[in-house]
């Protein structure tokens, strides 16, 4: 018994060190900021944004600049956003949903609506990526980024030319080639547009076709992956993947033998954006952000490191020419006027489209 | 000690029960009746046994986790058997549960090292002839991971057991005119057994459930009731119908119990 009490007692002390520790850890990085750490809630700026998704300087010089402390939390998928904000408890001042996840939101009455009087950056946008359907006339985001959903080729196995459109995936010749990302609507949608159908189809028998479509591309799919695909790649593990062009950026950087098409046939434009969810406990501290954010220096510096398109006109005349120029990042009109954004289809649609992508990861082989 | 004070000192540790594990239960039972429009409704039952998906999704999850119990139990058996007769048994302990202080993920990272196209174990095969091949996403890398990650839980119960058990017994057994391996079969597999259930049992329901490891080394060619269930909470927003897997899994779990359990009388431990 004696013993047993020592040692809680022992647990407890370590505790309180720890602890203490990590108030101090807090004092100083307030300091290093150039932040008196008394009132916490107002000086702080919490940012709730996708894994890897910012230029980390960026965030230094933003903290150094203002005096806001960052605190920084990361998600995976739109979805687990949505859930975390919406269970409560979050005091997110920043959040980077997608376009449809954008329209849900706003309509269930999550975002806070800008106001336009307090963002000096909107001039800085090129009006072709503003007053989106998902969010007419900018009222409750200003876009991040942008890109595509696209092919990955590693140009050892695949001769360059020989994709051009989502079809081209369906070759026998490329079977166990392929890797997909694991996400019902990107797969489910390029399977839409491979047959020329929109993305957001509501009509059954559309996506019946599409899911008797996609089954027959099991034995071409290698495996089905999430984040590691950009690892896999650059290792060389597979001859072709279906992927975002940002990951497909990163990839390349890592293989010089990886390319990236957009196919000619249709798929998905989309859109990340900054928002303020109705959780937000320092609404200046996020405004400071969205201004810095569209800043035409930041952005270009952010648009480089990540490898995202950037919707900020003035950052992308920043940019190097090559990759201004390059159509896998910034695609012809006649490649993006086909591409369409996806919209939120509700709980029922929804529900059917990963239904029918559960059912085709269980078609094994 | 009155009744009373007993009574009072239990209060913690029922209120524990009620709220952290009775009151779950009930939530998830209550959700898995629940459609995405928050009715009460059995579509969701309906829908797991009348679709061939589930269906196939459970029977892959039990097979799965079944083989990967043997194949875990297979190794781990003679190990445990061969640890308890050394000499610094406590020694070789540690060293099968150093790996469990390792994050798992680390361990999954650590898999796709050796086995990718370019791994360790492709660059071997290379050297020696035969060839790249294709070991990731395979349902042979998964159940050799999966194996890996649950031996040191399925060695330590049966260690104890080996340990914990009556030496004289077997020395008897030898004076009796067993054999060694009469000894083995006959007095020493039936005295662990209890060590053997706990560790199926340990293994067992885990595996069920397994999720990051069907992605990261089974490239989702593995499905498992696991990644359902992750599926439907992150991603679907359909959490009536996680809840229902859910409720099978749990219910699973209860077989495994019962089936595994301590029979009086049988081996007489």
Known sequence: MKKLIHLSLAILVVVAALFGMRAWFTHLENRSVGNSDQPQGKRTLTIYNWGDYIDPSILKSFQKETGYRVDYE?????EAMYTKIKQGGTHYDIAVPSEYMVEKMRQDNMLEPLDHSKLTGLKNYNPAFMNEPFDPKNKYSVPYFWGTLGIVYNDKFIKPGEIKSWNDLWRPEY??????????????GMTLASNGKSVNTKNLPDLAAARGKLTTLMPNVKAIVADEIKTYMAQDEAALAVDYSGDAAEMMSRNSHLHYVVPNDGGNLWFDNLVMPKTVKNKAAAYAFMNYMSRPDIAAKNAEYVGYATPNQAAWQ???????????????????????????????????????????????? | MTKKRTINFSVPYYLWLVLFVIAPVILLIFESF???????????????????TYLRMTFNSVFFAFIVTLITLAISYPMAFIMSRLKHAQFWLMLVILPTWVNLLLKAYAFIGLFAQKGTINDFLTFVGIGPQQIMFTNGAFMAVAAYLEIPFMIMPIFNSLVEMDQSLVNAARDLGATKWQTVWRV???????????GVQAVFIPTLSLFMITRLIGGNRVITLGTAIEEHFMVTQNWGMGSTIGVVLIVAMA???????????????
């Open chain 2, 34 to 52: 629940t459609n995405l429009h928050g009715q009460f409704t059995l579509a969701n039952y309906k829908s797991y046994f009348g679709s061939g």
């Open chain 1, 175 to 188: 079977k166990q080639q392929i890797m997909l990302v694991d996400s019902a609507r990107d797969i489910m």
């Open chain 2, 255 to 269: 077989i495994t119990m019962y089936v595994t359990r301590d029979r009086k009388g049988g081996g007489k431990a």
């Open chain 1, 318 to 365: 920043r940019l190097p020419k090559a990759t201004r120029d390059n159509p896998s990042w910034y695609p012809p009109k006649v490649v993006l006027s086909k591409l369409e954004t996806y919209q939120n289809l509700g709980p029922t649609w929804t529900q059917r489209y990963n239904d029918d992508f559960l059912e085709f990861k269980m078609t094994n082989q």
């Open chain 1, 74 to 78: 990361t998600f995976d998928s739109n």
């Open chain 2, 188 to 198: 020493i597999v039936p005295l662990s057994m209890n060590g053997v259930r706990a």
